[in-house]
C-alpha cells in the first residue's frame, strides 16, 4: 500500500543518555541510550513499570527527557509531528466516540493535513477485520474491535515511524495472529521505522528485525538481541524458540541483577 | 548512573505548586485590581474597597461575631438534618431500588421550591424564632446531597456486587459492606456543596422576619446604603462557606482516601425505551409522593384554612374557577416580566461559563489556578451576591440579569473546566503526534468530550436560575413572580402564594426535564458509555 505523500524512508532515531524522572521522584528511565535504524521493526521488551512506555513516548515527543535528548534523523520529535510523519497506537484504543469507524481513521489523515482518501481507508478496514463496521461507533464494538481500528488509524497515514505501545493487548489469539502476519507488510513495505512496546517475548520474536531489553526500573538497556529469522514468519520454528529463549533469559537475568543490587544494598 | 549523577537532574517543579503560584498571583492581582476600582469608584455607592472592607469588620467586630454566630448554628442545624434526611433516603434507595425514582423526583420538587416563597411560608408555619431558618437550610442541602449520594452508591463495581450475592446476602447487607464505603468520596463531595447552600438557606430565612443573624444584618446594611458593611457581609458568608467547602473536603480526603469528585449529573436509570417508561412512572409517583407529603402534612399539623391551600384550591386558582382567573392572570403577567430576565440571565451565565473555560483550557497552566477559585466561587451564597449587584449595577433589568447569570455562570464553568479536562489523555496524545493545534485540537476532541458536562451544568442551572432571578425581583427590581410572591407573603395572600410556589416549582421541574431530554441525545452521541 503506497503512501499519499510518497513517503518511503523510515526515521532514524537516536535516544541519546535519556534519564527520566517524573514529578515526585520516580526514576522511570535511567540514562538509556540506543538507535532505531531507519526502516526496521524493533522490539522493546522489559517487566512492568521499567519505563518502556515512558521511551515510547518520549520518541513520540510527548514526554521531555529530564536529561539527555531524543532525535529523529537528527532532529526534535516536534519535528516530524508538525510534518505529519509519526503514528501511534496505544494499549487504549482512544477512539473518538462520536465518531464512526472510518471517520475515526480518516483523523488521522485529517489531522496530518493529508488528503481524504476513502480507499485508503476502506482497505485498512479490511485488513484489521472491520468489514461491515465502517459506519459503526466504537459503543458498538468489542475492546478487540476498537483496538484494530486504532490499529488502522495509526498506519492510515503511512507514517515514517510508527509508535506502537502494546497494541495487541486487547485483541483475540486469532485476530492477534492475523495482524501479527498482515501488518509487518504494511510497515516494512513503506519503509517505516516501527517501535514495538510488548508483554509478549513471543510476539516481539515474531515481528521485529531486533528485540531491546529494559532491566527493571528504573529501566536501562540489558540486551539488544538480533533477529535474524526470516521472512515471512508464519510458523513456529526451533530458530524463533531459541530467539524467545535468548530474550527470556535476558528479563530473568536483569531481575536477577535487580534483585542482587537490592540484597547487596 | 551515580548517587551524585541522579541528584544533578532537576526534579520537576509539581503541577500543583505552579497552580498554586498562579493562583496565589491571581488572587493578589484580583485584590489590588479591586482596591484602584473601588478608589476610582468612591462617593458612588458601589463598590468598597478591601480595605474599607477589613476596616467595617474590624468596626463591628462585636456585632458581626454575634450574627455570625446565630447564623452559623441554624446553617449548622439545617446542615445536620437536610443530610440526615439525605443520607437515609440514599440509603432507601440503594436497598430498595424501586423507590429510587420517587426519591430522585421528590428531591428534584424540592429543589425547584422557590425560597422566595417557601420562606415566608415557613415562617408563618413554624412562626418566630430559627424554625424557619434552619427548615430552609435543611431544604437547602437536601438535593446537592441526596444526588451525589445515589451516584456514589451505585459506584460499585459490579463484581463486589457479585460476591456479596454469591454469598447469599441481599442489598441491605451489599449497602451495608460495599456500597456505603465506595459511597463516601461521593458523599463528601455532596457535603462540601451542601455547606455553602446550608449557609444560603439559613439567610434566606432570615430575610423574612428573624431577629438576628448576618441575613438581618444584609438587608439592613443594603437598606441604609452601608455599602462597606454590605460588603464586609458578603465577604464574611463567602469566607465561611469557602472555609467549610474547604474544610470538608480535607475531612474527606482523610476519611475517603481520595479528592471529592466533581459531581455533574444526576444517576441514570435504566435504558432507552424502558429508561423513559420508568421516568415517566417516577415522576408520576414523585408528584402522588409531594401531594400526599402536602396535604397530609396540612391535615397531620392542623394547619389554619387561612394560611393552608390544598392541591384542589390550587386547582381552582391555576383553572380560575376559584376567583375567576383574577389570580391566575396576575400569576402570569408576573412570569412574563421574570422571563424577560431569567431566559437573558440563564444564557448569558452558561455561555460566559463555557467561553470562559474555553478561554482557560487554551492559555496553558491556567486551569488548574482557575478551577479552584472557581470551585470556591462557586460555594459563595447567592444571597450575598443580590446587594452586591444591586450596588453596582442598579435594582434594574442590567441588575436582575446579572443575578441570574452569576447564579448559572460558576457551575457552568466548573463543569466545562471539568468537562473540556475529560477528553481521554490517549486522544490527546494522538492528535499531539500529528502537532495538532489548540484550536482544533479544542474543537475535534475537548469540546465534544465536555458537552455531557456542559448539559448537565444546563439542567442543574434550571432551578438555580429561578432562584437566583426570584431572590433578584424580590431584593432589587420589585417586579415578576419573585417580588409578586414576596408581595403576596406580606399581604398575606395566601391563594397567590400557592399558586406562585405550584406554577414556579412545575416551571423548573419542566424546564430541568426539557434540559435533561437535550442532554441524553447528546450523551447518546458524545459519551455513549454514560447514557445507559
Known amino acids: ?265 | 548512573m551515580s548517587a551524585g549523577a541522579t541528584a544533578r537532574i532537576r526534579r520537576p517543579i509539581t503541577a500543583a505548586r505552579r497552580d498554586a503560584a498562579i493562583g496565589t498571583v491571581g488572587v493578589v492581582i484580583a485584590l489590588v485590581v479591586w482596591e484602584l476600582a473601588a478608589r476610582a469608584l468612591e462617593g458612588g455607592f458601589a463598590l468598597a474597597a478591601p480595605t474599607a472592607v477589613v476596616a467595617s469588620i474590624v468596626d463591628n467586630a462585636g456585632l458581626l461575631g454575634r450574627a455570625l454566630a446565630a447564623t452559623g448554628t441554624t446553617a449548622l442545624l439545617g446542615f445536620v438534618i437536610g443530610n440526615g434526611a439525605a443520607v437515609a433516603l440514599g440509603a432507601l434507595a440503594a436497598a430498595w431500588p424501586r423507590s429510587e425514582r420517587t426519591i430522585t423526583g421528590l428531591a428534584l420538587i424540592v429543589v425547584c421550591l422557590p425560597l422566595v416563597a417557601t420562606a415566608p411560608l415557613l415562617r408563618v408555619l413554624l412562626g418566630q424564632g430559627d424554625g424557619p431558618s434552619i427548615a430552609l437550610a435543611a431544604l437547602s442541602v437536601y438535593y446537592t446531597t441526596l444526588i451525589p449520594l445515589l451516584v456514589g452508591l451505585r459506584a460499585v463495581p459490579s463484581t463486589w456486587l457479585d460476591l456479596v450475592q454469591v454469598a447469599g446476602r441481599g442489598p441491605l447487607t451489599a449497602l451495608v459492606t460495599v456500597r456505603a464505603r465506595a459511597s463516601l468520596p461521593y458523599l463528601a463531595a455532596g457535603l462540601q456543596i451542601a455547606a455553602p447552600a446550608a449557609f444560603l438557606g439559613a439567610m434566606v430565612g432570615e430575610f423574612t422576619g428573624a431577629e438576628r443573624g448576618l441575613g438581618v444584618l444584609t438587608i439592613r446594611a443594603a437598606r441604609d446604603l452601608d455599602v462597606d458593611l454590605t460588603w464586609a457581609l458578603a465577604t464574611i458568608a463567602a469566607v465561611i462557606s469557602m472555609a467549610a467547602y474547604g474544610l470538608i473536603g480535607i475531612i474527606a480526603r482523610r476519611l475517603a482516601g481520595g479528592e471529592p469528585p466533581t459531581i455533574l449529573a444526576a444517576p441514570r436509570l435504566g435504558s432507552g425505551r424502558g429508561r423513559l417508561r420508568a421516568t415517566l412512572v417516577g415522576a408520576g409517583s414523585a408528584v402522588i409522593a409531594a401531594i400526599v407529603l402536602w396535604w397530609g402534612g396540612i391535615v397531620a399539623f392542623d394547619i389554619t384554612p387561612f394560611v393552608a391551600r390544598t392541591p384542589i384550591d390550587v386547582i381552582g386558582i391555576v383553572t380560575g374557577t376559584r376567583d375567576g382567573g383574577e389570580t391566575r392572570d396576575a400569576l402570569l403577567g408576573a412570569l412574563a416580566e421574570t422571563a424577560v430576565f431569567v431566559v437573558p440571565g440563564y444564557l448569558a451565565g452558561l455561555l460566559a461559563g463555557l467561553a470562559l473555560a474555553i478561554l482557560v483550557v487554551l492559555v496553558p497552566g491556567t486551569t488548574g489556578a482557575v478551577m479552584p477559585i472557581a470551585i470556591a466561587l462557586r460555594s459563595v451564597p447567592i444571597v450575598t451576591t443580590v446587594p452586591l449587584i444591586v450596588l453596582l449595577l442598579g435594582r434594574g433589568p442590567v441588575g436582575a440579569i446579572a443575578i441570574t447569570a452569576v447564579m448559572v455562570f460558576f457551575p457552568t464553568l466548573v463543569a466545562c473546566l471539568h468537562g473540556l479536562r475529560r477528553a481521554p489523555g490517549q486522544v490527546l496524545d494522538v492528535m499531539k503526534v500529528y502537532a495538532t493545534p489548540a484550536w482544533r485540537v479544542l474543537l475535534q476532541a475537548r469540546i465534544p468530550a465536555m458537552l455531557p458536562a456542559f448539559f448537565a451544568a444546563a439542567r442543574m442551572g434550571v432551578p438555580a436560575a429561578v432562584l437566583a432571578v426570584t431572590a433578584a425581583e424580590w431584593l432589587a427590581t420589585g417586579t415578576g413572580i419573585g417580588a409578586l410572591m414576596a408581595l403576596s407573603a406580606s399581604l398575606s395572600d395566601y391563594d397567590v402564594l400557592a399558586g406562585a410556589v405550584v406554577i414556579v416549582t412545575v416551571i423548573s421541574a419542566v424546564g430541568y426535564a426539557l434540559v435533561g431530554a437535550i442532554e441524553t441525545r447528546v450523551l447518546a452521541r458524545y459519551a455513549p458509555e454514560q447514557s445507559g
Open chain 1, 1 to 265: 500500500m503506497e503512501a499519499d505523500r510518497g513517503v518511503g524512508v523510515g526515521v532514524a532515531v537516536e535516544v541519546a543518555v535519556a534519564t527520566k524522572v517524573y514529578a515526585g521522584g520516580t526514576d522511570a528511565l535511567q540514562a538509556t541510550s540506543l538507535t532505531l535504524e531507519a526502516g526496521r521493526t524493533t522490539a522493546l521488551v522489559g517487566p512492568s513499570g521499567c519505563g518502556k512506555s515512558t521511551l515510547l513516548r518520549m520518541i513520540a515527543g510527548l514526554e521531555a527527557p529530564t536529561a539527555g535528548r531524543v532525535t529523529l534523523d537528527g532532529e526534535a520529535p516536534e519535528v516530524l509531528q508538525r510534518r505529519g510523519e509519526l503514528a501511534v497506537a496505544f494499549q487504549d484504543p482512544s477512539l473518538l466516540p462520536w465518531r464512526s469507524v472510518a471517520q475515526n481513521i480518516e483523523l488521522a489523515l485529517d489531522l496530518a493535513r493529508l488528503p481524504r482518501n476513502d480507499d485508503r481507508v476502506a482497505e485498512l478496514i479490511a485488513l484489521v477485520g472491520l468489514d461491515g463496521f465502517a459506519t459503526a461507533t466504537p459503543a458498538e464494538l468489542s475492546g478487540g474491535m476498537r483496538q484494530r481500528a486504532a490499529i488502522a488509524r495509526a498506519l492510515v497515514t503511512a507514517p515514517r515511524l510508527l509508535l506502537l505501545d502494546e497494541p495487541f493487548g486487547a485483541v483475540d489469539e486469532l485476530t492477534r495472529h492475523e495482524l501479527a502476519r498482515e501488518l509487518p507488510a504494511l510497515w516494512e513495505g513503506g519503509g517505516t521505522t516501527t517501535l514495538l512496546v510488548t508483554h509478549s517475548v513471543a510476539e516481539a520474536v515474531r515481528l521485529a528485525d531486533r528485540v531491546i531489553v529494559l532491566s527493571p526500573r528504573p529501566g536501562r538497556v540489558i540486551a539488544d538481541i538480533p533477529i535474524t529469522l526470516t521472512r515471512p514468519r508464519g510458523a513456529e520454528s526451533a530458530e524463533a524458540a531459541a530467539l524467545e529463549r535468548t530474550v527470556r533469559d535476558a528479563l530473568e537475568a536483569g531481575r536477577a541483577g535487580t534483585a542482587a543490587g537490592q540484597n547487596a544494598g
